[in-house]
């Protein structure tokens, strides 16, 4: 079984400065993927960032960035430079073993110009 | 490349009634996924298609729900009879690869109100 919490609903940056967003998992598997995903209003969920559990380098993509802490069973995004456009729903993500992809219940990131 | 197309947008319904959602995936993906995705919760795994198999129908209510993906390709998602507690979105996405070493791509997905 595996569980992904988001313990934060919502979320608000200002325009241009940085937000992290947290997540903790639980799996019992040792090999494991975990992703966030953005869903803007228009509901396309799209793929933000990924991270293997084997690679201990944290991801990074342009302008986001992981903070995977393997022992706490953490994994947060920050978001640098915040920009109008990343205002959206963000999911993390996690699937292990034979399970599929399993979603946190989402935090809304607000960006105030 | 043309993304995932889904139909129809919106969809509203009486409790006891029928609908059908229907998904087209990017081209040359194998695997095809339907999740539900209340509001305030994040979406779950409601049926997997690896080409025309079912891989993982676990979640799914079969009372209710039915599934197909004819050829291969596109794939329809039908309830029948509807339950209020069936309002939600209905994702379809489809992926290259089992979901663990790939990428999933979404569609917009259909948003069904039961009244």
């Known amino acids: 079984a595996q569980t992904v919490t988001q313990s934060q609903p919502e979320m608000s940056v200002q325009e241009a400065e940085t937000v992290t967003l947290s997540c903790t998992y639980d799996?019992?598997?040792?090999?494991?993927?975990l992703f966030w995903y953005k869903q803007p209003p228009s509901r396309q969920m799209i793929l933000v960032i990924r991270q293997e559990a084997y690679k201990q380098q944290n991801a990074t993509e342009n302008r986001f960035s992981v903070n995977f802490q393997k022992a706490a069973k953490s994994f947060s995004l920050k978001i640098s430079d915040s920009q109008l456009g990343d205002a959206a729903m963000y999911f993390c993500a996690c699937i292990s073993g034979a399970n599929n992809l399993f979603f946190g219940t989402g935090t809304r990131l607000t960006v105030i110009p | 490349e043309a993304g995932v197309a889904q139909s129809p947008r919106y969809k509203i319904i009486e409790k006891r009634q029928s609908v059908a959602f229907w998904c087209n995936p990017i081209?040359?993906?194998?695997?095809l996924y339907w999740y539900q995705q209340i509001l305030g919760q994040g979406p779950k795994l409601l049926i997997q298609f690896q080409n025309n198999g079912v891989v993982d129908d676990s979640q799914l209510p079969k009372d209710r729900f039915s599934a197909e993906r004819l050829k291969g390709v596109d794939s329809t998602l039908k309830i029948q009879p509807a339950k209020l507690e069936d309002s939600a979105v209905y994702l379809c996405?489809?992926?290259?690869?089992?979901?663990?070493?790939?990428?999933?791509?979404f569609g917009e997905g259909s948003r069904l109100t039961v009244l």
């Open positions: 081209s040359g993906h194998a695997t």
């Open positions: 996405a489809s992926s290259l690869l089992r979901v663990n070493t790939g990428e999933l791509f």
């Open positions: 799996t019992s598997e040792s090999d494991y993927y």
